[in-house]
């Protein structure tokens, strides 16, 4: 933990930013940090999407409970209507 620490010290960043500028040279580096935005820039839209897909099945999955529940009291009361008119029930013969 103590070697992260480190890391809050502005002097430790100084230091890490001229190690990067003298390994990379000054000509890569907007280049690395291009890439670097493009990949975050692709990581926020696929977890836009991935969020958005989420909703999506939250929606069909309580579309479909709704409809379950429809068709489940459509059948008790044909049940329940077959049952005071005498006759047989749907599954008995």
Avoid: C, S
């Amino acid at each position: 933990m103590e070697t992260l620490a480190n890391f809050a010290n502005p002097t430790t960043w100084v230091i890490v930013a001229i190690v990067v500028l003298l390994l990379f040279g000054g000509q890569k580096i907007p280049e690395m940090m291009r890439g670097l935005g493009q990949g975050m820039k692709e990581f926020k839209k696929g977890m836009n999407e991935e969020d958005d897909e989420l909703r999506r099945d939250r929606e069909a999955r309580a579309h479909d409970e709704e409809y379950e529940r429809e068709v489940r009291a459509r059948v008790e009361a044909e049940m329940r209507r077959e049952r005071e008119a005498g006759g047989r029930g749907p599954l008995k013969q």
